[in-house]
């Protein structure tokens, strides 16, 4: 009950503090961060969506379940560990995209990349600060969570 309620406030936390230079993306939006029904999940989750740098990256899992690794190119490719970046065991994960480029994210416990649990991006430059992130509105990610869209995210997220 406490671990629910340290979440509860960190996503509270989040929410009030907010960041006007980036979008927040829900990765798998209500699925979170999680072993998919199939393999492309996330990677079909990412493809209308353009993601810049100032972005963030909210990775909804179980701390113990799951856990976040950014890796190379290679690791991504073959499931492996050997050039990781950086590690993330505490869920959910708030990762803000600090340079474009090719960024590759999997969960490295057991054989859950294996099963589809890993993500690939490229980042990009946000081309001109008065134009920040003109997605197409059915497919932008949310600008900034209310406290009612970070509550329903949470219990979503508890619940399914």
């Not at 929410?15 to 979008?23: I, S, T």
């Amino acid at each position: 009950m406490a671990k629910n309620i340290h979440v509860l406030l960190v996503l509270f936390l989040y929410a009030a503090v907010g960041d006007a230079a980036g979008m927040n993306h829900i990765v798998g939006k209500s699925f979170g961060w999680t072993i998919p029904q199939n393999a492309s999940f996330y990677q079909d989750w990412a493809a209308p969506r353009t993601f810049y740098v100032g972005d963030k990256l909210v990775f909804l899992y179980s701390s113990g379940m799951h856990n976040l690794i950014e890796v190379s190119k290679e690791d991504f490719e073959a499931c492996t560990q050997k050039n990781t970046i950086t590690i993330h065991f505490s869920g959910p994960t708030i990762l803000k995209i600090t340079k474009p480029g090719d960024h590759y994210f999997i969960c490295g416990l057991r054989r859950h990349c294996f099963g589809g649990q890993k993500l690939s991006i490229k980042a990009e430059e946000l081309p001109d600060p008065l134009a920040i992130h003109s997605h197409s509105p059915k497919y932008s990610s949310l600008p900034c969570f209310s406290l009612v869209s970070v509550l329903s995210i949470f219990l979503i997220f508890l619940f399914v």
